[in-house]
T-cell receptor, first 117, second 110 residues
Framework: EPEVTQTPSHQVTQMGQEVILRCVPI?????FYWYRQILGQKVEFLVS????????KSEIFDDQFSVERPDGSNFTLKIRSTKLEDSAMYFC???????????????FGAGSRLTVL | GENVEQHPSTLSVQEGDSAVIKCTYS??????FPWYKQELGKRPQLIID?????GEKKDQRIAVTLNKTAKHFSLHITETQPEDSAVYFC?????????FGAGTILRVKS
């Protein structure tokens, strides 16, 4: 079964440092997402990406965050200057053609746990 | 606003009993409502979903019902087993994204 893969699985960083989280979405999917989950809390939307641009972002996704699809397979989330409150599990997700499926059926990656000290 | 309310926050049932988790959403334009199961330290995994053109969908021991007029939907698990213990999240599609409920911790006691 096709999977969304994420690296690293766990990253520890110092406050103020830049972090890049990487994702390889399912190969024929067109829509890409980043969500985050602070320990014990719900899954929160950060950003959606389609056709090489951001289609929607939440208020969490401020100027410290950026996303990029540098090639045909990777989808990255960059946090420029990490804060303590950025500590969370970051999930990448992808979905296929909305017109065909009629909905955003998301497949999640295993997550990247970010710990900011 | 874009909101999904989920209840209860925790639910303990005896093995073999049924479990029901309820969610409400705020935007009548939402048309897609998935349920995800998340085991400790793992990714959310889709277990069932429903689109607004149907009122109920069933997959073995799991069923979901949708009331579009009232803007609520429910997950029903029958004959619960210990391996059903997990956190369950409902979600509703708002525009280009899914908005999740706060989650329900389900404990099935054997």
């Amino acid at each position: 079964e096709p999977e969304v893969t994420q690296t690293p699985s766990h990253q520890v960083t110092q406050m103020g440092q830049e972090v890049i989280l990487r994702c390889v979405p399912i190969s024929n999917h067109l829509y890409f997402y980043w969500y985050r989950q602070i320990l014990g809390q719900k899954v929160e939307f950060l950003v959606s990406f389609y056709n090489n641009e951001i289609s929607e972002k939440s208020e969490i996704f401020d100027d410290q965050f950026s996303v990029e699809r540098p090639d045909g397979s990777n989808f990255t989330l960059k946090i420029r200057s990490t804060k303590l409150e950025d500590s969370a599990m970051y999930f990448c997700a992808s979905s296929g053609d909305r017109l065909a499926s009629g909905a955003n059926v998301l497949t999640f990656g295993a997550g990247s746990r970010l710990t900011v000290l | 606003g874009e909101n999904v309310e989920q209840h209860p926050s925790t639910l303990s049932v005896q093995e073999g009993d049924s479990a029901v988790i309820k969610c409400t959403y705020s935007d009548s334009a939402s048309n897609y409502f998935p349920w995800y199961k998340q085991e400790l330290g793992k990714r959310p995994q889709l277990i069932i979903d429903i689109r607004s053109n149907v009122g109920e969908k069933k997959d073995q021991r799991i069923a979901v019902t949708l009331n579009k007029t009232a803007k609520h939907f429910s997950l029903h698990i029958t004959e619960t087993q210990p391996e059903d213990s997990a956190v369950y999240f409902c979600a509703a599609e708002y525009g280009n994204k899914l908005v999740f409920g706060a989650g329900t911790i389900l404990r099935v006691k054997s």
